[in-house]
């Protein structure tokens, strides 16, 4: 059994460090698809969550800069805008950093809001998915 599972893991390793360009990438929260009007991103989760994406070169930069990095944290519909088992659709012209020519993949980060005491909220990080784009 332990053998399998290092063959799965090691497989799965090198699929996600693998430079070739996909239609659509799948995360344990979400699952991002490439559309010509731009992303379309999935939550699989009973749980609303909140979204961003990014340039993920954009991103390096910004995190120099962490008001480019601020995250929602409010239960209401402005933060949580992506339903639970629903989607969006998010405009290329939304993704931070994006550029038609140089960009080469979006990083979609998702989180969700819990409260941690009456009245104090808190966002709680999933893990980001980064879609590779072909040019």
């Not at 332990?2 to 979400?30: F, H």
Request: proline residues 6%; charged residues 15%.
């Amino acid at each position: 059994m332990r053998r399998r599972c290092a063959s799965v893991l090691l497989a799965l390793t090198i699929a996600a460090c693998s430079d070739a360009p996909t239609a659509m990438v799948k995360g344990d929260v979400v699952k991002v698809t490439r559309g010509d009007a731009g992303l379309l991103i999935e939550n699989l989760t009973d749980t609303p969550r909140a979204y961003s994406a990014y340039d993920p070169n954009w991103l390096a930069l910004a995190a120099m800069n962490f008001t480019l990095l601020a995250v929602c944290s409010t239960p209401d519909q402005t933060c949580l805008r992506l339903p639970a088992h629903g989607y969006v659709v998010v405009p290329y012209a939304e993704v931070g950093g994006y550029n038609a020519t140089t960009t080469t993949g979006i990083t979609v980060m998702t989180w969700r809001v819990v409260e941690t005491s009456p009245g104090q909220y808190e966002p709680q990080m999933d893990d980001g998915v980064t879609l590779q784009l072909d040019r």
